[in-house]
């Protein structure tokens, strides 16, 4: 720890105080008008120029990181443990870890962990990387990823594309099944793909098909042929990425029958898949589920892999407690570990069983924007108290003391390598688009943007005072915030080493100007629900994109996404 952390941290110890959690409010004057970016979202969705498309994207970052509310941290990459005899297990760029065509040695079962109980393993209802692991290895859909990170065919026999890009007719490869042997077809794709995308599913990803026009009724224009051999799309708009779409999870079939047999489906919808032996279609069958515990995975004969799947079980630990997870890897109690005890992490740098792999993602906090931390202000002035404390954060600190596997800092919410679906990188200088790095503290020439290039950290906290004055706040002659305008923040986490010690080194950060910051644990799906309720101030947050598009960072903020935890236009 150095001497400014530790500075802080007495700092915090003598003022820290609770404050009240201000999500309960369901609407703020100090709120952003969020109708612009809505309709700008809107209008990329439907743009054809791919170089317009590409400003239009750009002036919508600028309008999200304008608000101050999400506050990026770093750029993601992923590390876990894996016994030296398991070969064979694959990821991609988006976190999505592929099992079935892993090998463990003479061993037919490998044994894992992910995270603790999942939310949702109802494909269209799931929004969290370890529940898109489990369905991308019992379920999968038109296209799939392979183990170079590509996408491709799947259950499609051929996909043809007309010339204008608006119809894509799929060809489904012959003979497909669900687990229990019944025939699967386009038809199934018909009905998963609108009750993904009906509101009264409530599925976060709904938005994700956006991309497939709408007939009158509301319905997605998605037809079936008389045979259920060939699936039929009609775009809204020519959309590069549809093929990624095609192999996410929101997009992968489910059985109707299936669906519509669990008593009060209607107003459950996941309730089908809420306990072991659901019809699937991948890989695995879940076919024991011991809730907060364990869950086993069997074999599918009905995988249309079948014959290259070598493992016959999957048995996953159930738990968010890095410590025992590290504990059970090194007893011989499971195979692979996708998390790490961050004192741990130095230690293991050197070891080959330790990796590191490449992610395309944000690290970030998020700020409810309807806090009555931000009562009697006005829009302009919350946003600059949200900026004002993100120049606090020492994002060195916490990707070289915390993070410790190169992380990068992050300066914006789009992640570095994130192409602009024009043929280039959408962070990088061209004549559309100029990217914002200064040589002094990202003030209004970058519309607020964190600048990473900055090597004096004390002129970031410098920068950091001079915006919350702006928003109201008063400060001593030692740069201490007065007593007549103290701020006090509750932040959310789930209790895993590396986010609580984000939080604390937040915390310490705070601090040093007075701020105080108290830290909440929630549970994994406690956590969850509170952030999409919206009852927090602040939040620990995260999104590795569902694939390489700037529209993915920034659909996700639209007023009516299940993944807009920062309540914007609500």
């Not at 209004?444 to 919350?468: K, Q, R, S």
């Not at 201490?480 to 986010?499: A, D, F, K, Q, V």
Request: proline share 4%.
């Amino acid at each position: 720890m150095n001497a400014k952390k530790l500075t802080a941290l007495f700092v915090a110890a003598g003022v820290l105080a609770v404050s009240p959690m201000s999500a309960m409010a369901k609407s703020s004057e100090a709120a952003p008008d969020w109708e612009e970016y809505d309709a700008l979202i809107a209008q990329i969705k439907a743009e054809t120029d791919m170089a317009e498309r590409e400003a239009l994207m750009h002036q919508a970052e600028d309008i999200l990181m304008d608000t101050g509310a999400v506050i990026p941290i770093y750029y993601y990459n992923d590390v876990y443990l894996q016994k030296p005899e398991v070969t064979g297990i694959y990821s991609n760029a988006y976190a999505t870890k592929f099992f079935m065509f892993a090998e463990n040695g003479d061993n037919t079962t490998l044994k894992l962990n992910l995270a603790s109980e999942p939310a949702y393993l109802d494909p269209a209802l799931n929004s969290s990387v370890d529940g898109a692991c489990l369905a991308a290895n019992s379920f999968v859909g038109i296209c799939s990823y392979n183990a170079d990170g590509e996408v491709e065919n799947a259950l499609a026999d051929t996909i043809d594309v007309s010339e204008d890009g608006l119809t894509w007719t799929i060809t489904l490869k012959p003979d497909l099944k669900w687990s229990d042997g019944d025939p699967l077809n386009a038809n199934d794709f018909v009905y998963s793909w609108n009750r993904a995308a009906d509101e009264k599913t409530g599925a976060d990803y709904f938005y994700m098909f956006d991309a497939i026009a709408r007939n009158d009724d509301g319905t997605l224009q998605v037809t079936a042929s008389e045979d259920g051999q060939v699936l039929t799309v009609v775009l809204a708009a020519p959309c590069a990425y549809f093929t990624d779409l095609l192999a996410f999870p929101t997009y992968f079939p489910v059985k109707q029958a299936a669906v519509e047999a669990a008593e009060g489906w209607e107003e459950t919808p996941g309730k089908w898949a809420q306990e072991a032996g659901f019809v699937s279609n991948g890989a695995f069958v879940l076919t024991e589920w011991k809730h907060e515990e364990s869950m086993v995975y069997e074999k599918n004969p009905n995988y249309y892999r079948a014959d290259e799947v070598k493992l016959e079980r999957l048995e996953f630990m159930l738990s968010a407690d890095d410590t025992a997870i590290f504990a059970a890897y090194n007893a011989g109690d499971i195979d692979f570990a996708d998390s790490v005890p961050t004192d741990e992490i130095a230690s293991l740098l050197d070891n080959p069983e330790f990796n590191i792999v490449g992610e395309l993602g944000t690290y970030y906090v998020a700020f409810n924007v309807n806090s009555s931390l931000f009562e009697g202000m006005t829009p302009e002035q919350a946003a600059n108290m949200r900026k004002g404390l993100s120049m606090l954060i020492d994002r060195d600190y916490i990707c070289e003391n915390i993070g410790q596997t190169g992380q990068e800092p992050a300066s914006t919410f789009i992640p570095t390598g994130m192409l602009d679906g024009n043929g280039g990188i959408f962070r990088a200088n061209d004549d559309a688009y100029t990217y914002p790095v200064t040589s002094e503290w990202a003030g209004e020439e970058t519309g607020g943007y964190f600048d990473p290039t900055v090597d004096a950290y004390d002129a970031n906290v410098e920068a950091g005072i001079e915006l919350l004055k702006e928003a109201g706040f008063e400060f001593t002659e030692d740069g201490m915030l007065s007593e007549e305008t103290p701020i006090n923040i509750t932040y959310i986490t789930n209790p895993t080493s590396g986010h609580i010690a984000i939080a604390e080194s937040l915390q310490q950060d705070f601090a040093q100007i007075g701020a105080n910051i108290t830290i909440e644990q929630q549970e994994w799906n406690v956590f969850l629900d509170e952030r999409k309720q919206g009852h927090f101030d602040m939040a620990r947050e995260g999104w590795i994109a569902d694939f390489n598009d700037p529209i993915n960072m920034l659909e996700m903020w639209m007023t009516d996404s299940g993944n807009n935890d920062a309540q914007f236009g609500r």
